[in-house]
């Protein structure tokens, strides 16, 4: 647990350190704060941004921001499963793949094994996600994206990063079919990297179709666009469906697999459709995906231990296990899930709490944290689609710092080295 975090926690030291010696090289020297906060923000792959002039940057810059993302999107420390052991690294430092593999993966079921041996697991994880991120930089430059802007809106895209190289972020294209491309990639990231490995295995599409958790991610994304798009023609924000729907789906997707692009302001449409993506951010990613949140098979499981105590209520003598797939899940992992949320719920509301201390507006304090936990980017206000995070105090910064990496590490993880 403590290599996890100190992990997390010290390699964006190094990822800042090119962005201090350009900014200091170009005469526009920036604090160790927001290079921090920035380094964080991309191995996080959060998408918070303190700087503005991005189209003016060197693509060196663009490029290491974004590929930190790219790195950040499967985990560092399951690349170093993979491969530290032929380094014969992990032995040195006392620490087993399994063991590292587990204090990194997300979600409740982390002694789900894919293959005998963690670290074939862990190469077939990157394996899947080194392919979906050629396929993804082959459709941005077959769309119309330059090479290297296709490169780094790959690089943000399969992480659920959602940097990008343009201070308008993905409206800067203007293309419906790249909207299309990046829309798909986003819900495809947003899935569990597990059953694809699972489904090329057995070399049968019915292991991905038929997953519960992916199911369920799909069904909330796709009814969660249809709905608001409704909103948006009801309440006359655009004139036609078409349109309505084609900014629904991408800024819908965007929002809710964590990714954070943009392609208008969405602070501007009738309140409902932000805050229900501010909510879908935290839920809609699946556990094994590279997105953040509370992932959605924690609220699968959820639902069905509410369900179930509603029929002990009715029959108390009733005999109903919590299943997943036809497979019976433990009441460990229920009690984890519970305790997960307990410790969720108080460490939204504590940084809340820390930025209203420092005179933050309220409804600026709860999008900033939750898009910060969430490692989603965009949150209300001045730190919006709009907006980022470069008007705020050292203070709100560093208490926004560290609720990305107690979002990213999960925060089981991050605070039982607190007890």
């Known amino acids: 647990m403590l290599l996890v975090v100190l992990a997390w926690s010290v390699l964006p030291v190094f990822g800042a350190l090119p962005l201090l010696a350009y900014f200091e090289g170009v005469g526009r020297p920036i604090s160790w704060t927001d290079a921090y906060f920035e380094a964080v923000s991309a191995l996080t792959t959060t998408g918070a941004t303190v700087l503005t002039g991005l189209d003016g940057l060197p693509a060196s810059i663009n490029i290491w921001r974004t590929f930190l993302q790219w790195l950040g999107g499967m985990g560092i420390l399951v690349l170093a499963v993979a491969v530290l052991p032929m380094l014969g690294v992990l032995p040195m430092l006392g620490v087993g793949g399994s063991q590292l593999f587990r204090a990194e993966a997300a979600g409740p079921l982390k002694d789900t094994k894919l293959t005998p041996r963690i670290t074939e697991t862990a190469k077939g994880l990157w394996t899947v996600y080194a392919v979906l991120s050629i396929a993804c ?28 190289s343009h201070d308008s972020s993905f409206a800067y294209f203007d293309s419906a079919l790249l909207e299309a491309i990046a829309v798909v990639f986003m819900l495809v990231c947003s899935c569990n990297f597990a059953v694809y490995f699972l489904a090329v295995r057995k070399r049968s599409v019915w292991v991905a179709l038929r997953d519960p958790e992916a199911q369920a991610t799909m069904a909330v994304m796709i009814g969660s666009v249809l709905l608001v798009t409704a909103v948006l023609v009801w309440r006359h924000t655009y004139d036609d469906w078409l349109t309505a729907l084609r900014y629904a789906a991408f800024n819908v997707v965007s929002i809710a697999s964590t990714t954070g692009y943009a392609t208008t302001d969405y602070l501007q449409w009738p309140v409902f459709p932000p805050i229900l993506m501010l909510l879908l951010s935290g839920m809609a990613t699946s556990a094994g995906s590279t997105g953040c949140g509370i992932k959605m098979i924690r609220v699968i499981l959820l639902v069905k231990q509410a369900r179930r105590e509603l029929t002990r209520l009715i029959h108390p003598r009733a005999v109903r296990p919590v299943t997943i797939g036809g497979a019976t899940v433990g009441n460990d992992v229920i009690f984890a899930v519970l305790g997960f949320m307990l410790v969720y719920g108080v460490t939204l509301i504590g940084f809340v709490m820390l930025l209203l201390l420092s005179e933050m507006p309220f409804d600026e304090a709860v999008g900033s944290v939750v898009a910060s936990l969430h490692c989603m980017g965009p949150g209300l ?19 926004l710092t560290l609720a990305m990496l107690v979002g990213r590490v999960e925060l089981l993880s991050f605070m039982v080295l607190f007890t």
């Open 137 to 164: 930089v082959a459709a941005y430059w077959a769309g119309g994206m330059e090479p290297l802007d296709a490169w780094k809106h790959m690089f943000s895209t399969v992480s659920l990063g959602g940097l990008s």
């Open 381 to 399: 206000g001045p730190t919006g689609p709009a907006g980022n995070y470069a008007g705020l105090t050292d203070f709100q910064k560093w208490v």
